[in-house]
Protein backbone atom coordinates (compact mmCIF):
# COMPACT_ATOMS: atom_id res chain seq x y z
CA UNK A 1 0.00 0.00 0.00
CA UNK A 2 1.20 3.70 -0.75
CA UNK A 3 0.30 5.74 2.13
CA UNK A 4 1.15 9.91 2.19
CA UNK A 5 0.49 11.78 5.56
CA UNK A 6 1.50 15.01 6.03
CA UNK A 7 1.97 17.07 9.31
CA UNK A 8 4.11 19.65 11.41
CA UNK A 9 7.03 18.66 12.87
CA UNK A 10 8.39 22.13 13.26
CA UNK A 11 8.01 22.59 17.34
CA UNK A 12 7.00 21.00 20.28
CA UNK A 13 3.56 19.72 20.87
CA UNK A 14 1.55 16.31 20.84
CA UNK A 15 0.73 16.21 17.36
CA UNK A 16 4.12 16.96 16.42
CA UNK A 17 5.32 13.96 18.46
CA UNK A 18 2.41 11.76 16.96
CA UNK A 19 3.09 12.89 13.32
CA UNK A 20 7.08 11.78 13.56
CA UNK A 21 6.01 8.40 15.49
CA UNK A 22 3.18 7.16 12.87
CA UNK A 23 5.84 7.78 10.04
CA UNK A 24 8.12 5.67 11.87
CA UNK A 25 5.74 2.57 12.60
CA UNK A 26 4.60 3.21 8.86
CA UNK A 27 7.97 2.64 7.58
CA UNK A 28 8.62 -0.35 10.06
CA UNK A 29 5.55 -1.91 8.89
CA UNK A 30 7.32 -1.53 5.16
CA UNK A 31 4.84 0.21 3.44
CA UNK A 32 5.62 2.76 0.66
CA UNK A 33 5.69 5.91 2.30
CA UNK A 34 5.53 9.99 1.10
CA UNK A 35 6.00 11.99 4.07
CA UNK A 36 5.05 15.70 3.55
CA UNK A 37 6.64 17.93 6.58
CA UNK A 38 5.23 21.13 7.18
CA UNK A 39 8.11 23.21 8.84
CA UNK A 40 10.35 26.45 8.07
CA UNK A 41 13.65 24.54 8.71
CA UNK A 42 13.27 21.78 5.89
CA UNK A 43 13.91 18.99 8.41
CA UNK A 44 13.39 15.72 7.22
CA UNK A 45 12.46 13.08 9.45
CA UNK A 46 14.34 9.94 7.72
CA UNK A 47 16.69 11.48 4.95
CA UNK A 48 16.82 8.31 3.42
CA UNK A 49 15.89 6.67 -0.18
CA UNK A 50 13.69 4.56 0.91
CA UNK A 51 11.21 6.68 2.11
CA UNK A 52 9.75 9.96 0.27
CA UNK A 53 9.73 13.39 1.67
CA UNK A 54 8.82 16.95 1.05
CA UNK A 55 9.05 20.21 3.45
CA UNK A 56 6.37 22.72 2.88
CA UNK A 57 7.15 26.25 4.71
CA UNK A 58 4.99 26.46 8.18
CA UNK A 59 4.41 30.18 8.50
CA UNK A 60 5.09 32.32 5.87
CA UNK A 61 5.49 36.23 6.92
CA UNK A 62 5.56 38.64 3.86
CA UNK A 63 3.96 37.94 0.63
CA UNK A 64 7.16 36.55 -1.32
CA UNK A 65 6.83 33.83 1.76
CA UNK A 66 3.22 33.09 0.78
CA UNK A 67 3.70 33.31 -2.65
CA UNK A 68 6.68 30.72 -2.37
CA UNK A 69 4.59 28.49 -0.06
CA UNK A 70 1.87 28.30 -2.19
CA UNK A 71 4.36 27.34 -5.31
CA UNK A 72 5.80 24.43 -2.84
CA UNK A 73 2.60 23.45 -1.98
CA UNK A 74 1.29 23.36 -5.90
CA UNK A 75 4.39 21.62 -6.75
CA UNK A 76 3.78 18.80 -3.68
CA UNK A 77 0.47 18.26 -5.06
CA UNK A 78 1.58 17.36 -8.56
CA UNK A 79 4.51 15.19 -6.94
CA UNK A 80 1.91 13.73 -4.62
CA UNK A 81 -0.43 12.65 -7.71
CA UNK A 82 2.30 11.12 -9.34
CA UNK A 83 3.26 8.74 -6.33
CA UNK A 84 -0.33 7.61 -6.36
CA UNK A 85 -1.30 7.12 -2.63
CA UNK A 86 -4.03 4.77 -1.75
CA UNK A 87 -4.28 6.57 1.21
CA UNK A 88 -3.86 10.01 2.17
CA UNK A 89 -3.41 10.95 6.11
CA UNK A 90 -3.87 14.17 7.53
CA UNK A 91 -2.56 14.94 11.13
CA UNK A 92 -3.27 18.65 11.90
CA UNK A 93 -5.87 21.08 10.08
CA UNK A 94 -4.02 23.33 7.64
CA UNK A 95 -4.88 24.64 4.07
CA UNK A 96 -1.83 23.09 2.35
CA UNK A 97 -3.32 19.73 3.77
CA UNK A 98 -6.70 19.94 2.06
CA UNK A 99 -5.24 21.58 -1.29
CA UNK A 100 -3.34 18.44 -1.36
CA UNK A 101 -6.11 16.33 -0.52
CA UNK A 102 -8.21 18.02 -3.61
CA UNK A 103 -5.57 17.18 -5.98
CA UNK A 104 -5.73 13.64 -5.39
CA UNK A 105 -7.58 10.93 -7.24
CA UNK A 106 -10.80 9.97 -6.11
CA UNK A 107 -9.42 6.45 -5.66
CA UNK A 108 -7.36 8.02 -2.66
CA UNK A 109 -9.08 7.45 0.44
CA UNK A 110 -8.22 10.67 2.47
CA UNK A 111 -8.07 10.55 6.19
CA UNK A 112 -8.39 13.87 8.26
CA UNK A 113 -7.30 13.37 11.92
CA UNK A 114 -9.16 15.75 14.50
CA UNK A 115 -7.75 15.91 18.43
CA UNK A 116 -10.34 18.71 19.32
CA UNK A 117 -12.92 17.74 21.65
CA UNK A 118 -14.80 20.79 21.04
CA UNK A 119 -14.80 21.02 17.23
CA UNK A 120 -17.09 23.22 15.64
CA UNK A 121 -18.25 23.74 12.06
CA UNK A 122 -15.81 26.15 11.09
CA UNK A 123 -14.52 26.56 7.67
CA UNK A 124 -11.63 24.24 8.21
CA UNK A 125 -14.41 21.58 8.67
CA UNK A 126 -16.78 22.61 6.05
CA UNK A 127 -13.40 21.95 3.67
CA UNK A 128 -12.82 18.87 5.34
CA UNK A 129 -16.34 17.05 5.09
CA UNK A 130 -16.46 17.95 1.09
CA UNK A 131 -12.93 16.61 0.97
CA UNK A 132 -12.35 14.13 2.72
CA UNK A 133 -13.68 10.30 2.58
CA UNK A 134 -13.79 9.91 6.86
CA UNK A 135 -12.30 11.53 10.18
CA UNK A 136 -10.35 9.65 12.77
CA UNK A 137 -10.97 11.31 16.32
CA UNK A 138 -8.70 10.81 19.13
CA UNK A 139 -10.79 9.55 21.70
CA UNK A 140 -13.84 7.02 21.34
CA UNK A 141 -15.94 9.66 23.53
CA UNK A 142 -15.27 12.13 20.37
CA UNK A 143 -17.36 9.75 18.07
CA UNK A 144 -20.73 11.50 19.23
CA UNK A 145 -19.44 15.10 20.10
CA UNK A 146 -18.12 15.43 16.44
CA UNK A 147 -21.48 14.02 14.68
CA UNK A 148 -23.46 16.69 17.14
CA UNK A 149 -21.34 19.83 16.91
CA UNK A 150 -19.55 19.42 13.28
CA UNK A 151 -21.52 17.17 10.84
CA UNK A 152 -23.26 13.86 10.54
CA UNK A 153 -22.04 13.91 6.78
CA UNK A 154 -18.87 12.37 7.16
CA UNK A 155 -18.01 8.80 8.52
CA UNK A 156 -16.34 9.27 11.78
CA UNK A 157 -14.39 6.68 14.16
CA UNK A 158 -11.52 6.09 17.09
CA UNK A 159 -8.06 6.77 15.78
CA UNK A 160 -5.54 6.88 18.50
CA UNK A 161 -2.67 9.62 18.16
CA UNK A 162 0.84 8.10 19.42
CA UNK A 163 2.89 9.28 22.12
CA UNK A 164 6.56 9.90 22.43
CA UNK A 165 8.56 6.66 22.90
CA UNK A 166 9.08 6.52 26.95
CA UNK A 167 12.04 5.40 28.24
CA UNK A 168 12.53 4.80 32.00
CA UNK A 169 14.28 7.47 34.63
CA UNK A 170 17.43 6.59 34.97
CA UNK A 171 16.78 7.78 38.66
CA UNK A 172 14.61 5.29 39.89
CA UNK A 173 14.72 6.10 43.81
CA UNK A 174 12.26 6.70 46.24
CA UNK A 175 11.86 10.77 45.86
CA UNK A 176 9.20 11.37 48.58
CA UNK A 177 12.04 12.94 51.66
CA UNK A 178 9.61 15.51 53.64
CA UNK A 179 6.31 16.85 53.85
CA UNK A 180 6.62 19.38 50.42
CA UNK A 181 4.61 18.73 47.32
CA UNK A 182 6.03 19.11 44.43
CA UNK A 183 4.20 19.80 41.35
CA UNK A 184 4.90 20.08 38.22
CA UNK A 185 3.41 21.74 34.11
CA UNK A 186 4.83 19.98 30.98
CA UNK A 187 3.53 22.11 27.89
CA UNK A 188 2.98 24.98 25.91
CA UNK A 189 2.60 28.09 27.80
CA UNK A 190 -0.63 29.01 25.60
CA UNK A 191 -4.13 30.95 27.34
CA UNK A 192 -6.45 27.73 26.81
CA UNK A 193 -4.01 25.72 29.17
CA UNK A 194 -5.30 27.64 32.02
CA UNK A 195 -2.08 28.55 34.15
CA UNK A 196 -2.88 32.10 34.89
CA UNK A 197 -6.32 31.40 36.33
CA UNK A 198 -5.07 28.12 38.26
CA UNK A 199 -2.20 30.54 39.90
CA UNK A 200 -5.00 33.19 40.61
CA UNK A 201 -8.11 30.90 42.07
CA UNK A 202 -5.23 28.82 43.79
CA UNK A 203 -2.95 31.21 45.62
CA UNK A 204 -4.01 30.67 49.17
CA UNK A 205 -3.27 26.86 48.87
CA UNK A 206 0.24 27.12 47.11
CA UNK A 207 1.73 29.49 49.43
CA UNK A 208 0.15 27.75 52.73
CA UNK A 209 0.41 24.22 51.87
CA UNK A 210 4.06 23.77 51.23
CA UNK A 211 4.08 23.32 48.29
CA UNK A 212 6.28 24.02 44.95
CA UNK A 213 4.83 24.12 41.41
CA UNK A 214 7.68 23.93 38.54
CA UNK A 215 6.45 25.20 34.89
CA UNK A 216 8.35 23.95 31.86
CA UNK A 217 7.75 25.17 28.77
CA UNK A 218 7.41 28.02 26.15
CA UNK A 219 4.74 30.15 24.75
CA UNK A 220 3.08 33.28 24.38
CA UNK A 221 1.24 33.15 27.71
CA UNK A 222 4.84 33.01 29.58
CA UNK A 223 4.30 37.30 30.49
CA UNK A 224 0.93 36.82 31.85
CA UNK A 225 1.96 33.81 33.93
CA UNK A 226 4.98 35.55 35.06
CA UNK A 227 2.99 38.83 36.12
CA UNK A 228 0.93 36.63 38.05
CA UNK A 229 3.79 35.31 39.84
CA UNK A 230 5.00 38.47 40.68
CA UNK A 231 1.57 40.11 41.67
CA UNK A 232 0.70 37.29 44.15
CA UNK A 233 4.22 37.00 45.20
CA UNK A 234 4.47 33.66 44.50
CA UNK A 235 7.78 33.67 43.57
CA UNK A 236 9.23 30.89 46.30
CA UNK A 237 6.33 28.58 45.62
CA UNK A 238 6.08 28.71 41.56
CA UNK A 239 9.11 28.88 39.22
CA UNK A 240 9.07 28.97 35.17
CA UNK A 241 11.67 26.38 34.50
CA UNK A 242 11.62 27.48 30.56
CA UNK A 243 12.98 24.46 27.61
CA UNK A 244 13.01 20.85 28.56
CA UNK A 245 14.59 18.19 26.32
CA UNK A 246 12.99 15.06 25.55
CA UNK A 247 16.51 13.28 27.27
CA UNK A 248 15.55 15.23 30.14
CA UNK A 249 12.08 14.93 30.54
CA UNK A 250 12.32 11.01 31.70
CA UNK A 251 13.74 12.58 35.02
CA UNK A 252 12.30 15.44 35.32
CA UNK A 253 8.73 13.76 35.48
CA UNK A 254 9.88 11.43 38.06
CA UNK A 255 11.18 13.73 40.51
CA UNK A 256 8.08 15.50 41.11
CA UNK A 257 4.37 14.26 42.69
CA UNK A 258 1.87 14.82 40.53
CA UNK A 259 1.26 17.36 37.64
CA UNK A 260 -1.41 19.66 36.99
CA UNK A 261 -3.23 20.26 33.95
CA UNK A 262 -5.98 23.13 34.13
CA UNK A 263 -7.10 23.86 30.55
CA UNK A 264 -10.20 25.78 30.05
CA UNK A 265 -10.60 25.05 26.41
CA UNK A 266 -8.98 23.50 23.13
CA UNK A 267 -8.14 19.89 24.36
CA UNK A 268 -8.87 16.24 23.37
CA UNK A 269 -6.52 13.72 24.72
CA UNK A 270 -3.40 15.72 25.71
CA UNK A 271 -0.72 13.62 25.41
CA UNK A 272 1.07 14.51 28.41
CA UNK A 273 -1.33 13.06 30.44
CA UNK A 274 -0.43 9.77 28.92
CA UNK A 275 2.81 10.01 29.46
CA UNK A 276 2.31 10.98 33.24
CA UNK A 277 0.51 7.59 33.45
CA UNK A 278 3.48 6.00 32.02
CA UNK A 279 5.98 6.94 34.92
CA UNK A 280 2.68 6.56 37.64
CA UNK A 281 2.41 10.38 38.49
CA UNK A 282 -1.13 11.62 39.21
CA UNK A 283 -2.28 14.74 37.50
CA UNK A 284 -4.79 17.32 38.43
CA UNK A 285 -6.61 18.21 35.44
CA UNK A 286 -9.22 20.01 34.28
CA UNK A 287 -12.70 18.33 33.51
CA UNK A 288 -12.99 19.20 29.79
CA UNK A 289 -12.74 17.18 26.51
CA UNK A 290 -11.22 13.71 26.51
CA UNK A 291 -10.32 14.04 30.03
CA UNK A 292 -13.05 12.70 31.98
CA UNK A 293 -13.37 9.79 30.04
CA UNK A 294 -9.61 8.80 31.05
CA UNK A 295 -10.25 9.47 33.94
CA UNK A 296 -12.63 6.55 34.30
CA UNK A 297 -10.12 4.23 33.15
CA UNK A 298 -7.31 5.51 35.79
CA UNK A 299 -7.80 6.98 39.17
CA UNK A 300 -5.02 8.86 38.70
CA UNK A 301 -6.34 11.19 36.41
CA UNK A 302 -8.40 14.05 39.49
CA UNK A 303 -10.28 16.11 37.30
CA UNK A 304 -12.45 19.22 38.32
CA UNK A 305 -14.44 21.70 36.77
CA UNK A 306 -12.51 25.24 36.37
CA UNK A 307 -14.31 27.52 37.75
CA UNK A 308 -13.00 29.54 40.79
CA UNK A 309 -15.09 27.40 43.59
CA UNK A 310 -14.19 24.02 42.10
CA UNK A 311 -10.81 24.26 41.41
CA UNK A 312 -9.71 25.60 44.92
CA UNK A 313 -12.30 22.68 46.59
CA UNK A 314 -10.84 20.05 44.39
CA UNK A 315 -6.81 20.75 44.67
CA UNK A 316 -7.59 21.09 47.80
CA UNK A 317 -8.52 17.79 48.33
CA UNK A 318 -5.83 16.52 45.57
CA UNK A 319 -3.32 17.81 47.50
CA UNK A 320 -4.98 15.51 51.05
CA UNK A 321 -4.91 12.76 48.61
CA UNK A 322 -1.07 13.47 47.51
CA UNK A 323 -0.13 13.63 51.28
CA UNK A 324 -1.95 10.65 52.03
CA UNK A 325 -0.57 8.46 49.53
CA UNK A 326 -3.73 7.41 48.44
CA UNK A 327 -2.26 7.03 44.40
CA UNK A 328 -0.65 4.39 43.68
CA UNK A 329 1.69 4.68 41.06
CA UNK A 330 1.55 1.38 40.34
CA UNK A 331 -2.04 0.77 38.98
CA UNK A 332 -1.46 4.13 36.88
CA UNK A 333 1.71 2.70 34.96
CA UNK A 334 -0.61 -0.60 34.60
CA UNK A 335 -3.73 0.99 33.14
CA UNK A 336 -1.18 3.17 30.90
CA UNK A 337 0.72 -0.46 29.64
CA UNK A 338 -2.66 -2.06 29.18
CA UNK A 339 -4.74 0.51 27.34
CA UNK A 340 -2.99 3.45 26.70
CA UNK A 341 0.71 2.76 25.39
CA UNK A 342 1.85 3.15 21.96
CA UNK A 343 2.22 -0.55 21.65
CA UNK A 344 -1.60 -0.92 22.47
CA UNK A 345 -2.03 2.47 19.88
CA UNK A 346 -0.19 0.38 17.15
CA UNK A 347 -2.50 -2.24 17.10
CA UNK A 348 -5.67 -0.02 16.55
CA UNK A 349 -3.41 1.19 13.20
CA UNK A 350 -2.77 -2.25 12.31
CA UNK A 351 -6.29 -3.03 12.22
CA UNK A 352 -7.36 0.05 10.04
CA UNK A 353 -4.76 -0.58 7.88
CA UNK A 354 -6.04 -3.68 6.62
CA UNK A 355 -9.09 -2.40 5.27
CA UNK A 356 -9.64 1.67 5.69
CA UNK A 357 -12.58 1.92 4.29
CA UNK A 358 -14.02 -0.91 6.05
CA UNK A 359 -12.49 0.29 9.69
CA UNK A 360 -14.77 3.63 8.94
CA UNK A 361 -17.82 1.86 8.99
CA UNK A 362 -19.68 4.56 11.10
Same mark, same amino acid.
Given at each position: ????????? #?? +??????????????? =????????????????????????????????????????????? +?? @???????????? #????????????? /??? =?????? &?? +??????????? *?DNFRKN??? &?????????ESMIDN?????????????????????????????????????????????????? &?? /???? &??????????? *??? $?????? $?????????????????? @???????????????????????? *???????????????????????????????????????????? =?????????? /????????????????????????????? +????????????????
Amino acid at each position: MKIVIIGNN #DH +KGGLIVHYEYLAKFL =KNNNFELFCININNSGYSIFDCEEVKEYSIPYKPISIIDKIAKLL +KV @LKCSIRIRKFDP #DLYISTGLGYSNI /FIA =KALKSS &TF +KIQQEVIFDAT *LDNFRKNIIK &TFDVVAVQTESMIDNFKLNVSKNIKVEYLPCFTRSMISPSNSINIKKNHNINLSYFGRLAPNKGL &TE /FLKN &TKEILLSEQIT *LDI $YGKGNE $YTNIKNTIEKYSLGQNVR @LRGYYSDEDFPNLIYSYDALILPS *LYNEGLPLVLLESMFYGKPVFASKMGSIPELSKECHGIYISEFD =KHNQIKNFSE /FILKLRSNSFDSKSIKKVHDEKFSNQSFE +KVWKNMLKSPKQYFKN
